[in-house]
T-cell receptor, first 112, second 115 residues
Framework: AQSVTQLGSHVSVSEGALVLLRCNYS??????LFWYVQYPNQGLQLLLKYTTGATLVKGINGFEAEFKKSETSFHLTKPSAHMSDAAEYFCALQTGANNLFFGTGTRLTVIP | DTGVSQNPRHKITKRGQNVTFRCDPI?????LYWYRQTLGQGPEFLTYFQNEAQLEKSRLLSDRFSAERPKGSFSTLEIQRTEQGDSAMYLC?????????????FGPGTRLLVL
């Protein structure tokens, strides 16, 4: 069975501070892992993905994530938060099947 | 490449009515997916097409739900005899590839409210 756990349904950071959104997964096969961002009343936009190879993955808008197999984690980071980063972030897992399994999401608030 | 589009963006209906949503995938994408997202939750997989063939259906897809992709291009999702529990955002995604686990690109969603 596979699952995704996002720790913290709400995260608040000050503008310019480090952003850290946590994601842990469970999978019986090597996973593909994704981070998507969702702005209010919009669909999901792909931030970055890990398939195989390099474990540090860089995405759009200055985000990056590191795949740590030993910790079954795929945390999302950004060195300096911007007001435009305020949104909901979803970690997702894809195994042998085609469909994605999503976490419950983390709402990021950026405080000016 | 205009991205995945969905229509309508919003739909309000009364309980018991039928509704139909449309999804137009990215041109040339051979795979199309439907997900449902309820408030405060992540999207949940409903069904998936490769070209015109519906290859997988989640147990979430009750008998009142039917999806089609008749010519392997756009897709429709119909809900019959809607219930208040059907209120959710319905998301469509598409991907291209011949292997498994190709990246999925999402549309803006259709938000359904059943009164």
């Amino acid at each position: 069975a596979q699952s995704v756990t996002q720790l913290g349904s709400h995260v608040s950071v000050s503008e310019g501070a480090l952003v850290l959104l946590r994601c842990n997964y469970s999978s019986s096969v090597p996973p593909y892992l994704f981070w998507y961002v969702q702005y209010p009343n919009q669909g999901l936009q792909l931030l970055l993905k890990y398939t195989t190879g390099a474990t540090l993955v860089k995405g759009i808008n200055g985000f990056e994530a590191e795949f740590k197999k030993s910790e079954t984690s795929f945390h999302l980071t950004k060195p300096s938060a911007h007001m435009s980063d305020a949104a909901e972030y979803f970690c997702a897992l894809q195994t042998g099947a085609n469909n994605l399994f999503f976490g419950t999401g983390t709402r990021l608030t950026v405080i000016p | 490449d205009t991205g995945v589009s969905q229509n309508p963006r919003h739909k309000i209906t009364k309980r018991g009515q039928n509704v139909t949503f449309r999804c137009d995938p990215i041109s040339e994408h051979n795979r199309l997916y439907w997900y449902r997202q309820t408030l405060g939750q992540g999207p949940e997989f409903l069904t998936y097409f490769q070209n015109e063939a519906q290859l997988e259906k989640s147990r979430l897809l009750s008998d009142r739900f039917s999806a089609e992709r008749p010519k392997g291009s756009f897709s429709t999702l119909e809900i019959q005899r809607t219930e208040q529990g059907d209120s959710a955002m319905y998301l469509c995604a598409s991907s291209w590839g011949l292997r498994l686990r190709e990246t999925q690109y999402f549309g803006p969603g259709t938000r359904l409210l059943v009164l």
